[in-house]
């Protein structure tokens, strides 16, 4: 476990923007990931979370649990999302926590249909929380492509 935590780590460490939001790996235990990012660099003019960090806190969690979870059954593939909808229920006015889920029925099928094709689509839910408040939800379709 500890080395699929570094893996992501190294992942994010990629990505400009998580790194000047400040992301962080808070947990992940297979079927969950969870991060965690501060208010100030994420700020808005309103004293709020910008639209934009949630939303890529949303998207971030779900790719990365996606791509740990394919990592782990041995998988190489790039995963994107393709389509996603976000409901704002209230505005984020300290650190914000994403948390993906993924069920193992629908992963499942996804390995399945990778082993049949060479791209595949999953979906899943994913939610912001700040100060134990839900604040957003997002509903995310991912498009897998393996790579060889």
Same mark, same amino acid.
């Given at each position: 476990m500890k080395s699929t935590l570094q893996t992501?780590?190294?992942l994010f460490a990629a990505i400009k923007p998580a790194q000047t939001m400040q992301i962080r790996v808070a947990g992940y235990s297979g079927d969950r990931l969870e991060l965690t990012a *501060?208010?100030? *660099?994420n700020i808005n003019d309103k004293g709020s979370a910008f639209a934009g960090s949630i939303s890529s806190m949303l998207v971030l969690a779900g790719? @990365?649990?996606i791509t740990l979870r394919l990592r !782990? =059954? @041995?998988i190489q593939a790039d995963v994107v999302v393709s389509k996603s909808e976000t409901e704002y229920k209230r505005p984020v006015r =300290?650190?914000?926590?994403s948390i993906a889920e993924i069920n193992a029925k629908p992963f499942d099928q996804l390995i !399945? !249909?990778?082993s049949?094709? +060479?791209r595949a689509s999953i979906q899943i839910a994913i939610t912001l929380r700040s100060t134990g408040q839900l604040c957003a939800s997002m509903? =995310? +379709?991912y498009v897998v492509s393996k790579v060889h």
């Open positions: 992501l780590k190294a *501060p208010l100030a *660099p790719w @990365g649990l !782990e =059954a @041995g =300290a650190d914000m926590r !399945e !249909e990778l049949e094709n +060479q509903a =995310a +379709q």
